[in-house]
């Protein structure tokens, strides 16, 4: 293993390549001065736009202002290059410049850019990707309901879950469980059920029925369920849990959550936001881990980001209490569930996976990538790499920061995301190629060792 790092350290004395400065002489945000101190100072420098996930008083000129891309790689605008090693947040998986996406959305948008679906209306983009996606689904007889992001979607799934548990002749059924570590979204549903308490600090009251047990503790859950299992609406996880710090399930563990569903009455949803459309090897999570699913949310990869859109797989353990009256109405829906032009983006994203057979390309690359920093691991420089498929994490060894990193490693031309002191996330666009992985390697190998 040694040796392997041996070779690493080669490629990167060696590589000259293009945009992988070393000295760490990169321009951009990162060269800027500290902001000031002085309020009055520092509201003339702060912009109008809010950034999520951000400190409200960061100065315009500390973000990198990211202005096109093409591929896995994308440009600020001041010139410099980055090779994008997060496919932006987790999502740009057939990557940046795709002009079947772009023509399929202009093609939409000459013809009708948008139309609500609420009864008596419906759009064809939102008909066929729905088509399309039941066919793709880890349950037989599947329908879609859309919404326009990921957190959107979890909503939708415990709503979804509590109410035909009440179509159903149960309404004591409200309880939803979940797991420590989960990342569930920022709306106040998904909010309330997530297991990263520093991202609810200062958000409550938060939704009533949610309980939140330690990850991967199958015990902990089944003795929770052998008490309040006649409350329980549903359980719900992340095949792998990703904004969470990329953890992988244990061998059985979301098997075991199907059978004490099943054994309870609950439903399982599974929250595929990160890992749906290709990331773990898989059009789902659900099928790498060859569980049945009642529920799964999706986002994200649906169309790579190229227009905002998520939506619910929904099963029949769902559909029959939903489908049971003709006169019962669904009261919810946003303006824009089945957008068609979001849906439009979806269809051409689904070719673009098919045609390039970016499924498969997910297992290469998370042999390269993840193969390349276990070897910077065996070596000492890194403490600990969790991956599944085209996704991961590296946890630095101790005495390092991962904030640290991740800003040596944009000097370097590449990016990733610290989820914490310890732990950097990578989740590379499906197009990402072998050169360009080896340079994220070479970037990981100087910024760790140096």
Not at 139 to 151: E, K, L, Q, W
Not at 184 to 189: A, D
Not at 257 to 273: K, P, S, T, Y
Request: aromatic letters at 8%; hydrophobic letters at 45%.
């Amino acid at each position: 293993m040694v040796l392997e790092f041996m070779w690493w350290r080669h490629v990167l004395e060696g590589s000259g390549h293009p945009g992988l400065d070393t000295t760490g002489a990169r321009g951009g945000a990162l060269a800027s001065q500290r902001p000031s101190t002085d309020p009055k100072e520092r509201q003339m420098t702060v912009g109008a736009f809010l950034h999520p996930y951000a400190k409200p008083t960061k100065p315009d000129a500390d973000y990198l202002c990211i202005v096109r891309g093409a591929g896995a790689r994308v440009w600020d605008r001041a010139g410099n290059e980055y090779i994008d090693g997060m496919a932006s947040l987790w999502y740009a998986n057939v990557g940046y410049g795709r002009p079947e996406i772009a023509a399929a959305v202009a093609a939409q948008m000459g013809r009708i850019a948008a139309f609500h679906c609420f009864d008596p209306f419906s759009v064809e983009p939102a008909e066929q990707l729905a088509a399309r996606l039941a066919e793709l689904a880890p349950m037989p007889r599947a329908r879609v309901f859309f919404t326009s992001s990921g957190s959107e979607a979890v909503d939708s799934a415990l709503k979804l879950a509590r109410i035909a548990h009440v179509r159903a002749g149960h309404p004591e059924r409200t309880v939803i469980v979940s797991r420590s570590r989960g990342y569930h979204g920022v709306t106040y549903g998904g909010l309330s059920a997530q297991g990263l308490p520093l991202n609810q600090e200062g958000f409550g009251p938060f939704v009533e029925g949610m309980v939140n047990l330690p990850a991967d503790d199958l015990e902990a859950i089944a003795a929770f369920m052998a008490e309040r299992g006649h409350e329980v609406a549903a359980i719900l996880a992340e095949p792998v849990q990703g904004a969470g710090g990329v953890h992988l399930p244990p061998d059985g563990y979301l098997e075991g959550l199907r059978r004490l569903a099943d054994q309870h009455g609950a439903f399982l949803i599974l929250d595929e936001v990160i890992c749906g459309f290709g990331r773990l090897g898989h059009w789902w999570g659900a099928q790498r881990f060859g569980v049945r699913p009642d529920l799964v949310t999706f986002a994200k990869a649906v169309t790579s980001g190229y227009i905002p859109l998520g939506g619910v797989l929904v099963g029949e353990a769902v559909r029959a209490p939903l489908e049971g009256d003709d006169t019962w109405m669904l009261r919810h829906g946003h303006t824009y569930s089945g957008h068609p032009t979001a849906c439009a983006a979806g269809l051409a994203n689904l070719d673009v996976i098919d045609h390039d057979g970016l499924v498969a390309r997910a297992g290469e690359i998370g042999a390269r990538l993840f193969g390349g920093f276990r070897a910077l691991a065996a070596d000492g420089a890194l403490a600990e790499v969790r991956s599944d498929g085209a996704v991961g994490a590296i946890r630095v060894a101790a005495g390092r920061d991962a904030f640290a990193v991740r800003d040596a490693l944009l000097r370097q031309g590449v990016i990733t995301r610290a989820v914490n002191d310890e732990t950097l996330t990578w989740c590379p666009p499906l197009v990402i190629t072998d050169a360009e992985i080896d340079r994220i390697v070479d970037a990981v190998a100087a910024s760790v060792t140096n």
